[in-house]
């Protein structure tokens, strides 16, 4: 009879550039018992269902989201994914420590923000990849707060 000692873990919200350093820590812990040790590390995703079909969404590749009238535009890797629904529902399903709504119709990756740029009596928030979000001044402080903090 072939015996396996299963441990099921799922550890969230680890910053990507901590994951090589949890796992060689898992592997301290878990070096004195005896047998073989498969540790496997996914990237975080969220499940999308949409009229075109089923799409994990990897957070880490999803710039920003946007709504168009009552559609919800994931603007990901290079294609836009479109899904219907609220802003403020999609905000409770993604990680607060990565996304950050930043006006009524968007919701951006803090990783992709490149700067904070003022425009007359507003801001904007510049991308990594150029592309420009316009920023509520009642929630400037609270990003470069969040900005501060990564």
């Known amino acids: 009879m072939n015996e396996r000692n299963e441990i099921h873990m799922v550890i969230r919200d680890v910053p990507a550039d901590s994951c090589e350093e949890l796992v060689q820590k898992l ?6 018992y005896p047998g073989s040790l498969d540790i496997s590390v996914t990237r975080p995703f969220l499940w999308l269902s949409t009229k075109k079909g089923h799409f994990k969404l990897y957070y880490s590749k999803c710039r920003f989201v946007e709504t168009d009238n009552r559609n ?11 899904k219907s629904g609220k802003i403020s529902s999609m905000l409770k399903k993604l990680p607060g420590r990565i996304f950050f709504r930043c006006n009524n119709s968007y919701i951006v990756n803090l990783d992709y923000v490149s700067s904070i740029v003022p425009e ?6 510049r991308l990594t990849t150029g592309e420009v979000i316009p920023l509520s001044r009642s929630r400037y402080h609270e990003i470069r707060d969040r900005l501060d903090r990564l």
Do not use: M
């Open 27 to 32: 592997h301290e812990l878990i070096r004195p």
């Open 120 to 125: 007359g009596d507003r801001y904007n928030i």
């Open 72 to 82: 919800l535009v994931f603007h990901y890797k290079d294609q836009l994914i479109s």
